[in-house]
Each structure stands twice: as C-alpha cells, then as structure tokens.
C-alpha cells in the first residue's frame, strides 16, 4: 500500500518499468529466431553449398540482428534511467510500442528464412510470432503507447479529444 492519494501515480511508475520489461521479453523471443536462423542457413544446403552464401537469406537476418539489438539498448537506456531516479515514461512508452512491432518482423523474417516449414509446428516461430502479438497488447496498445510519447513533446495539443478552435 502506498500514500493515499498516490495509487494512479504509483500504478503508472510500475507501467514504465513493466513496459521495458515486456519489450525485452519481444526482444528474447526475436533473438531466439534470430539465433536459429543462422544455424539454419549455415547447414541447409541448396545449389551445391549453405544457403548463408546468399544475400538474400543473410541480409535481412543481418538487419533483424541490427534491429533487435537498437530496440534491446532502448529497453536497458530506459531501464538505467529508471535505476538512476531519473524520468524514463517516454523511452519506456517507446520501447513498449516499438519493441513487440520489431520483434513480431524479425521474427516473421527468421520464419520465412526456413521456408514453408517455418510455419510448421516442428518449429517455434509460429508460437513466437502468436506471443509477441499478445504481448503488444498488454501494458497498453502501440497507440497509446504514442499517445504518450506525443503528449510528452507537444502536450495537450496531441490530445484526441481536444476541441478544435473554429475561426
């Protein structure tokens, strides 16, 4: 139990910290595919050597690495803010919209790089994909995750429901 009087304040600090916590969960989760998919297109052979000889299979495993490592350092710089006693609601709203949306592509990539039996039940990324959706839900949707970050810079001006001014 906290003050009285503080408990939306309070609740709304444990969303920051939660938020960043949940993108790392995303993040995990890509970064299994990812790890996979290297494995995968190291062995898996086609036109007489490893399918990691081409281009077109390395570079978006390449890219979703990148990706997922600019979203893991966005989560652990929101996280330190929160150690540090410092304000981290933006980068913790930036990360909770960005870091599920990230991991859902990259894992979506890792799927494709096994072909069609990345969609198979032998493989996790099907299930991986599935608990990234959900995870974008809770803690609160992409939208309002923007919603926080837009107040943020602009205030009440990126309010929805304020009234236009008519001339």
Not at 143 to 158: D, E, F, N, S, T
Request: charged share 20%; glycine share 10%.
């Amino acid at each position: 139990m906290g003050a009285e009087g503080r408990g939306f304040t309070e609740v709304m600090a444990g969303f920051d910290f939660s938020r960043a916590l949940i993108a790392l969960q995303c993040i995990g989760a890509a970064q299994a595919s990812i790890d996979e998919a290297w494995a995968y297109s190291a062995e898996r052979e086609a036109f007489g050597g490893p399918i990691a000889q081409f281009q077109g299979v390395t570079f978006p495993i390449v890219e979703g690495e990148t990706q997922i490592a600019a979203a893991r350092q966005l989560a652990y710089h929101a996280l330190a803010l929160r150690d540090a006693g410092q304000p981290h609601t933006v980068e913790a709203a930036m990360i909770k919209w960005f870091g599920p949306r990230t991991a859902f592509d990259v894992i979506h990539q890792c799927l494709l790089t096994f072909g069609h039996y990345g969609w198979s039940m032998d493989l996790p990324h099907q299930q991986r994909m599935r608990d990234v959706m959900g995870l974008e839900i809770g803690d609160g949707t992409a939208q309002i995750m923007k919603l926080i970050v837009a107040r943020a810079r602009v205030g009440r001006a990126a309010d929805p429901k304020r009234q236009a001014v008519t001339a």
